[in-house]
């Protein structure tokens, strides 16, 4: 069975510093690896995406995410964050074969003045 | 207009009413998804339709029945709901319900069960 762990309930940081919210997954088989992020009052919106190629893959506003196959992760990344990118932000597993998504439990970033 | 549109944006409703929660996307998707979202849990898929067809039931109680007349449309009827229910219920589509599209949501409908 499939399963994504994100250990951050809630990560604070201050404006234009660096953060990395972790993600986790397992599962038997190959795997596309997402990043949604929601905003107060809002559904969830695609981040970045992998598939297949480059493990890095950049968002267009400053986000990156690097798939390790060995450490079985995706962490999200930003060298500099705004007061703007204030939201949660959930990772998600898509499974070859089940093409099921499971979302991880979510990480509040709360990016302080 | 947003790709995916859901109403009403509030619910307060008792335990003994009937309402349904209505979902519209104007993507061209043919698969669409309903969730419940609480505090602290993962998001839990609830039902996927794909070509207006049920292809997932998550095990969800009775007191929750989805129709999808179309592939545009998704509801969610609600009858005899329980405390325990009042969540935020988003609705998603995707092209399909297969292969690796991401999934666009709509900002869904908070629902409170008094």
């Known amino acids: 069975a499939q399963s994504v762990t994100q250990l951050d309930s809630q990560v604070p940081v201050f404006e234009e510093a660096p953060v990395e919210l972790r993600c986790n997954y397992s599962?038997?088989?190959?795997?596309?690896l997402f990043w949604y992020v929601q905003y107060p009052n809002q559904g969830l919106q695609l981040l970045l995406k992998?598939?297949?190629?480059?493990?890095l893959v950049e968002s267009i506003n400053g986000f990156e995410a690097e798939f390790n196959k060995s450490q079985t992760s995706f962490h999200l990344r930003k060298p500099s964050v705004h007061i703007s990118d204030t939201a949660e932000y959930f990772c998600a597993v898509m499974s070859l074969g089940t093409y099921k998504y499971i979302f991880g439990t979510g990480t509040r970033l709360k990016v302080l003045a | 207009e947003t790709g995916v549109t859901q109403t009403p944006r509030h619910l307060v409703m008792g335990m003994t009413n009937k309402k349904s929660l209505k979902c519209e996307q104007h993507?061209?998707?043919?698969?669409m998804y309903w969730y419940k979202q609480s505090a602290k849990k993962p998001l839990e898929l609830m039902f996927v339709?794909?070509?207006?067809?049920?292809?997932e039931n998550n095990s969800v109680p009775s007191r929750f029945s989805p129709e999808c007349p179309n592939s545009s449309h998704l509801f969610l009827h609600l009858h005899t709901l329980q405390p325990e229910d009042s969540a935020l219920y988003l609705c998603?589509?995707?092209?399909?319900?297969?292969?690796?599209?991401?999934?666009?949501f709509g900002d869904g409908t908070r629902l409170s069960i008094l």
């Open positions: 998603a589509s995707s092209q399909d319900d297969r292969g690796n599209q991401p999934q666009h």
């Open positions: 992998y598939l297949s190629g480059s493990t």
């Open positions: 599962s038997s088989v190959s795997v596309y």
């Open positions: 339709y794909n070509f207006k067809e049920q292809t």
């Open positions: 993507l061209g998707h043919n698969a």
